[in-house]
């Protein structure tokens, strides 16, 4: 099965609502990180939090990371037709493997 | 500066064919990566490599085989394709379990 699992796993609102996507893992990691993917094209990194950081900003991007809870969210706030995308979070796993591994991801529609 | 490369980026294989999938990349990362994406299923590890002449199993690695020849190209190999492995694959790299660059993808069809 799957590191991350990300809910939910569609999502459509308006231009200029907020997105939110949750992200759950399942082993202790270093870091958690979230990746965009245009359809049809290659992953592009958005943001990456380590596992001693609560939250962390970049332009309309917040990610939260609770370790005690093994989760995460993103929040998109004042959405653009253009963030229409899916996007992915990816952790690695400092107990087993040292690769990053994805979840399953969150369809996200912005209507314009 | 090209990021990462893949070739080719479309293929048609019979079944029980071989073909090796290519990636560079120019950015001297130790870490490369080989995923699979399957409709509704996210990205699904294949192999692995931590730096030159090592390479390990990722959560699919079942009939794939992988190199790591040279620092900045990781092969991945199917030896006898199956309609099983049709899917779009993507080369990553990166240093360490840190920001990851992606290439563009290659899809294969496997009739």
């Known amino acids: 099965s799957q590191q991350g699992e990300e809910d939910p796993q569609a999502l459509s609102i308006q231009e200029g609502e907020n997105a939110t996507m949750n992200c759950s893992y399942k082993t202790s990691i270093n870091n958690l990180q979230w990746y965009r993917q245009n359809s049809g094209r290659g992953l592009v990194h958005l943001i990456l939090?380590?596992?001693?950081?609560r939250e962390k900003h970049s332009g309309r991007l917040r990610v939260t990371l609770d370790t005690s809870k093994k989760s995460s969210s993103l929040l998109i706030t004042a959405s653009r037709a253009a963030d229409t995308a899916s996007y992915f979070c990816?952790?690695?796993?400092?107990?087993?493997?040292?690769?990053?591994?994805f979840g399953s991801g969150t369809r996200l529609q912005v209507q314009p | 500066n090209a990021g990462v490369t893949q070739t080719p980026k479309f293929r048609v294989l019979k079944t029980g064919q071989s073909m090796t999938l290519l990636c560079a990349q120019d950015m001297n990362h130790e870490y490369m990566y080989w995923y699979r994406q399957d409709p509704g299923m996210g990205l699904r590890l294949i192999h692995y490599s931590v730096g030159e002449g090592t390479t390990a199993k990722g959560e699919v690695p079942d009939g794939y085989n992988v190199s790591r020849l040279k620092k900045q190209n990781f092969l991945l190999g199917l030896e006898s394709a199956a309609p099983s492995q049709t899917s779009v694959y993507f080369c990553?790299?990166?240093?360490?379990?840190?920001?990851?660059?992606f290439g563009q993808g290659t899809r294969l069809t496997v009739v």
């Open positions: 939090i380590r596992s001693n950081e």
């Open positions: 990553a790299s990166s240093h360490g379990v840190s920001e990851a660059f």
């Open positions: 990816a952790t690695d796993d400092i107990t087993g493997r040292r690769a990053l591994t």
